[in-house]
């Protein structure tokens, strides 16, 4: 059976910090993972650490770039069960956007639409939850509204979605590359 996972957290970051305070929810960003070890991992994020503008379809790296800035990212991993059928179309729109982030935005107006309900879908602007339910949606997951609505915390409660991890993101990641380490040397031994 493949997976994908749904990750959800707190960064930390003043504009992370100003969504909580609207919002008044634990997590206010969501990335997607290929692979457990989330050694893949995606959104719609900043592209330098230190400044929150441009934002743009990103990898992010655990401990690394914004999620380097922070020793403590509370979140809570989810996984979903796929066919092989769409994980392959997973993938092949992760490669999509890899190969096409310059035309792609991050959805700051979308934002304003999300909170006041309206249904605003713009071509190459996505924001973090947009973009994870956008996935979700052409992978064949039915969404139960529509993609530009979603907000981080409806991924807490996704159909299908079945709570892998709650806890720090930093020590998931290393104790899920420390037992990878650990299986690599094993593997090695006579």
Not at 109 to 132: D, K, M, P, T
């Amino acid at each position: 059976m493949d997976y994908i996972y749904i990750i959800v957290a707190q960064t930390g970051t003043k504009p992370a910090k100003f969504f909580r305070l609207i919002t008044k929810k634990p997590y206010n960003h969501v990335s997607l993972s290929g692979s457990a070890d989330l050694s893949e991992m995606y959104s719609f994020c900043r592209t330098y650490k230190p400044f929150p503008l441009p934002a743009t379809f990103n990898r992010e790296i655990v401990g690394k770039g914004t999620l380097g800035k922070f020793g403590y990212i509370p979140c809570e991993i989810y996984r979903i069960k796929v066919t092989h059928e769409q994980k392959q179309e997973y993938n092949r729109i992760i490669k999509h956007f890899v190969n096409n982030r310059k035309i792609y935005s991050y959805n700051i107006l979308g934002l304003f639409a999300v909170y006041f309900n309206i249904n605003w879908e713009r071509n190459h602007n996505f924001a973090c939850s947009q973009f994870v339910a956008y996935t979700m949606n052409r992978i064949g997951i039915p969404l139960e509204k529509p993609f530009s609505l979603y907000i981080p915390d409806d991924f807490r409660k996704f159909p299908g979605a079945d709570l892998y991890y709650a806890g720090e993101l930093n020590c998931f990641y290393d104790d899920i590359t420390a037992n990878t380490d650990i299986q690599k040397q094993k593997a090695v031994l006579p």
